[in-house]
């Protein structure tokens, strides 16, 4: 069972920038895409950008377009969301996971495996 743990979460000022990180326990073949997801206090969650590590394609929700990058270390088994001009609206507890090839990397269902989540606080 892979299992993944964020980190790099914390408390910043709107315009600011934070870079989280989501470690794999192992590398597995079943694995080729990676995402961020975010949930915030009341609100559903939502997809926030994706990779596929055949090919290294990407995917970005609109909201966060320009203003985050994800990418993968050649180990394939750590991927990084670095988040520049945050806004108040991109607080939430961001996680990651993984799954096999998708159609649709924004769905949430394809995933197979989750992490616990890391807590982003923008201030005002």
């Known amino acids: 069972q892979v299992q993944l743990v964020e980190s790099g979460g914390g408390l910043v000022q709107t315009g600011g920038s934070l870079r989280l990180s989501c470690a794999a326990s192992?590398?597995?073949?079943?694995?080729?895409?990676m995402g961020w997801f975010r949930r915030a206090p009341g609100k559903e969650r939502e997809f926030v950008a994706a990779i596929t590590w055949n090919g290294r394609k990407t995917f970005y929700a609109d909201s966060v377009k320009g203003r985050f990058t994800i990418s993968g270390d050649n180990a394939w088994n750590t991927v990084y969301l670095q988040m520049s001009s945050l806004k108040p609206e991109d607080a939430a507890v961001y996680s990651c996971?993984?799954?096999?090839?998708?159609?649709?990397?924004?769905?949430?269902?394809?995933?197979?495996?989750w992490g616990q989540g890391t807590q982003v606080t923008v201030s005002s």
């Open positions: 192992e590398r597995s073949s079943s694995v080729n895409t």
């Open positions: 996971a993984s799954g096999p090839t998708v159609r649709e990397p924004e769905v949430a269902g394809y995933y197979l495996h």
